[in-house]
């Protein structure tokens, strides 16, 4: 039933041994399944857990979803999207292809939190079967159910963008208003995500924030280093941003940034420190 709370946060821990009973399991459950929405739950599942299934277990997800692609709805397609972004687990271009063609098919009945998905999981895939019309498609439909997303859908559709080197196709004021509330309510990632976004359309050119939204930017930040939840993960891409935004409220952000780098140091992985 995971497939119907796709995005929210999941805090079951499988242990070893029981993974491997539970990979079993399935590779003998997978070839008899009746419907996608059972196969893509489970690969939503072990998203959820960073879960990576062996290779005998994607092909017969792969070859599952080739035979049953008549059956693919909004909520299954976007599932099983976010979940091979979020593993990588390798499905065949042409089962990607098959639900790229789905999502585009069925845009207007995307949920707010599916369209956050799908968004935020095409960046991750082949650039060469995400075609021009999948992305505009998806952003007419961004158009009607943008006030109606959380912080965290929020945050997946500036990535989105930011990764695509688009601004979303709304009037920047109401992006902007939008935006200032999620830096209100949104978690510290979410706040990092939302931020490095804004920065991402100003570097590529496609959007300048204005003035008001770097300010709103650097108060949401202060905010979470005052409260002490900053964590290590987002120091990094915080010093790229604001350092990006290159004005002169970012960089008395970007010393307070810097203040937390010695302590931070030693818990660094590789692509923290670059």
Request: proline residues 3%; contains cysteine; negative net charge.
């Amino acid at each position: 039933d995971g497939g119907k709370h796709s995005g929210k946060n999941a805090t079951v821990c499988v242990a070893e041994d029981s993974r491997e009973s539970l990979e079993k399991l399935l590779v003998t459950m997978i070839p008899g399944a009746t419907r996608v929405q059972e196969v893509s739950n489970v690969l939503w599942g072990m998203a959820k857990l960073k879960w990576m299934p062996r290779p005998l277990l994607v092909e017969q997800v792969d070859t599952f979803i080739l035979e049953h692609k008549s059956e693919l709805n909004p909520l299954s397609v976007s599932n099983l999207l976010w979940s091979e972004a979020t593993l990588g687990t390798g499905l065949r271009s042409e089962t990607q292809a098959i639900l790229l063609e789905e999502v585009e098919r069925c845009a207007t009945s995307l949920s707010p939190q599916m369209i956050g998905n799908c968004l935020w999981a095409i960046t991750s895939l082949d650039s060469k079967i995400v075609t021009e019309k999948l992305i505009e498609t998806l952003g007419s439909r961004l158009v009607f159910v943008l006030d109606r997303l959380d912080s965290k859908e929020f945050a997946s559709v500036m990535v989105a963008y930011g990764r695509l080197s688009l601004a979303p196709p709304v009037e920047q004021a109401f992006l902007e208003d939008t935006g200032k509330r999620h830096l209100q309510q949104g978690e510290t990632q979410e706040v990092c995500n939302i931020a490095w976004g804004f920065a991402r359309m100003n570097r590529n050119g496609v959007l300048v924030p204005t003035k008001g939204m770097v300010e709103d930017l650097c108060v949401a930040v202060q905010s979470r280093i005052s409260n002490g939840t900053l964590h290590r993960r987002a120091l990094g891409s915080l010093l790229w941003t604001f350092a990006t935004l290159q004005s002169e409220e970012s960089s008395n952000i970007v010393g307070m940034l810097e203040d937390h780098i010695p302590e931070c140091a030693r818990k660094f992985n590789a692509k923290e420190v670059t």
